[in-house]
Structure formats: C-alpha cells, structure tokens
C-alpha cells in the first residue's frame, strides 16, 4: 500500500526519529528535527544508515517516532481535536493518573508491530507522540527492515488521520 504524503503549508512534525538494533550492538538511532523533510527523504536516510550495518543479517527491533506540536488557541479543548479509543477499533487508551499524558496502542500492518500514540497539553500546544515498534520476539531479516519502516509510517500517516480532527488538520492548511 502507497499511501500519498499530507499537502499541509504548515507540518505539525517537531521531529522524526528512527532506531534499530542488531546483534550485541547499542540501537543506532537519529533524530530529524524540524522542518520536516517529507518520508522520502527520512527513508534515504534510514537506508544510508542500514547501508553502514549491512554485514548484519538481521534486527532485533525497529522504531520510527513522528513528535507532532499544535498550537492550541483561546478556548481550545484538547480533547475535542483529537480523537481517542474507542474511535480506533483494536485501540486500547490507558491515561496515567495525575498527568495529562494518555496513551493509546494497537496492532500495526506489521506483522507483531505495535502502534503507540501518546497525547498531552503544554500549556499552549498540545503534543502528539505517534510511535511503531517492532516486535522485540521476531527478528527482522535485514531485506525486510526498509519495508517495516514503510509499513510503520502508513500506520503512523493512517492513524493521524485517524486521531487528529478536521479542525485541527485545517489549521495546517493556512
């Protein structure tokens, strides 16, 4: 599945950040602060680093992150431009008494991939953590670890579409 980029004037993305590990090594990780680039370029920069491994055969676990930042106006209530479980079938929402952190996870395309979006409000802003891992069990046959990060930004980009509300998505078009 090809799933088209947002044509938004303004990218609610503060940054990307992908992570592997393989073998007995530390996770190689990087983070891509804004402006966002568009996922072409991210996913360049996810093959030159796999390219710097690529005597491994497999990895152990695989994360691509999306860290969105909207500005909340006068009278905003956060948690009517977003949308939470159960409007995501298979979500589960988990809120963590005495924060304004919730949290919701679901099964990605990704065969034992997870999906975890994190919401909570700064203030002014409100903040969106949307995050896919791999399944730490199964390894991933290095041919295949381009692909799982495709497959993890369709579910990112889905699920945004998902959760964020039309109010919201408007304000990125001006």
Known sequence: MKIPPHSYTQSPVEEVCFRFSYGMHAPVETI??????????IR?????VLES?????TMKSCMLRYTDVFALREG??????????????GSELFSA????????????INHGSVIIIRFTQEKDRMILIFEALSDRKQEIWFDSVLQWFDFAREDIHLLFDLVVSDELKERLLI
């Open 32 to 41: 891509i602060p804004a402006p966002y680039p568009g996922w072409l370029v």
């Open 76 to 89: 905003d209530i956060p948690h009517n431009l977003i949308y939470v479980a159960p409007k995501i079938p």
């Open 53 to 57: 491994v690529s005597a491994n055969k």
């Open 97 to 108: 008494s005495g924060t304004s952190l919730s949290e919701i996870s679901m099964k990605g």
């Open 44 to 48: 360049e920069k996810i093959e030159t």
